[in-house]
């Protein structure tokens, strides 16, 4: 029998999980690993499909987990057997001890930011004219040197647009000050969704945090949020394999 | 972007793009034991891109109608 898995936890009351439905509406059991269990149901296949269905009840099983405790999620597809997924949690006990540690008693939150990309292009061109008043980096021979000053505006160009992304992200931090405990940062200045951050915040800092991006979208209003959340902390998952 | 736009989008799509993006972009991983993969992708990043590109072509092509009625239009489509 293949083990379909949700995620791991720290140890929890046997029949703790037995009203939660999982992949294909299968029942979710645990399998205890001294003070871990993980949270798995039976499936009868090798691969499960990418399907709405399927991801919806893969998050629908850790969100419910949510409730009760601070779940270390898994990757969606996770298909073991019970001897692996023993060993697995036997080999990478101390680690998962210390990420659920790090994430104990938090939920993540995901700030997502859109800028006007055209509009920081339009400015970064027009910084570049304030320094060649004179245009003579438009020189319209195709001498290497014009080559060479056109790689050069390109360069500067992306790096300008690096910058303001990067600040963005930096800017947004302050912002948040202490109701993050930590943050897995994103960004990407060449693209209108700019910045991508999951934010690791304290169930009793939630209100803070709302109160700090409240401001912060008020003070930016050139900016775009998509922000969503509690999720699981599936951003801090970071166990080397 | 008018933020019409985006909060149709924020109404539609960010949910489900958000689940896909936490659910098949991350998370621990057993080595060897993953079934699909999803390395270098970051869903979030392709997924609103492209939905973004795909709401403003919208708005360009249907012009003053707005994306509101271009929107349910698309889901009559379905």
């Known amino acids: 029998m293949k083990l379909y898995a949700y995620c791991v936890t720290e140890e929890l009351p046997a029949g703790s999980v037995d009203s939660m439905p999982g992949i294909d509406g299968a029942q979710s059991f645990l399998i205890q690993s001294g003070n871990l269990a993980a949270v798995v149901s039976a499936v009868d296949v090798e691969r499960i499909d990418v399907t709405r269905e399927h991801v919806l009840g893969h998050e629908r099983v850790v969100r419910g987990l949510l409730s009760m405790t601070t779940p270390l999620p898994f990757r969606f597809g996770t298909v073991v057997d019970e001897p692996e997924l023993r060993s697995y949690l036997e080999s990478h006990h101390s680690s998962i001890l210390s990420q659920l540690e790090r994430v104990r008693g938090c939920v993540e939150m995901s700030v997502k930011v859109i800028w006007d990309l055209e509009r920081i292009k339009r400015e970064a061109s027009e910084m570049e004219e304030a320094e060649d008043p004179h245009g003579q980096h438009q020189a319209t021979n195709q001498s290497g040197t014009a ?27 302050e912002c948040l000050g202490d109701s993050v405990r930590d943050a897995v940062m994103n960004v990407q200045p060449s693209q209108p969704l700019v910045l991508a951050a999951a934010h690791l915040v304290e169930r009793g800092q939630l209100e803070e945090y709302r109160a700090a991006l409240g401001s912060a979208r008020e003070a930016r209003n050139e900016l775009h949020f998509l922000t969503s959340g509690p999720w699981p902390p599936y951003s801090f998952t970071n166990i080397n394999s | 972007m008018a933020d019409e736009a985006l909060e149709l989008l924020e109404e539609n799509e960010l949910s489900l ?17 993953i079934t699909i993969s999803v ?10 891109n492209v939905l973004l590109s795909s709401v403003e072509s919208a708005q360009e092509a249907f012009g003053k109608r707005g994306a509101r009625s271009v929107i349910d239009d698309l889901n009559r489509d379905k």
């Open chain 1, 147 to 173: 080559f060479l000053a056109a790689k050069k505006r390109e360069i500067e160009g992306a790096s300008l647009l690096k910058e303001r992304g990067e600040a963005v992200a930096t800017w947004l931090m």
């Open chain 2, 39 to 48: 390395a270098d992708v970051d869903l979030i990043f392709l997924g609103l």
């Open chain 2, 17 to 33: 793009l958000e689940t896909l993006d936490h659910v098949l972009n991350r998370g621990l991983v057993i080595a060897g034991e």
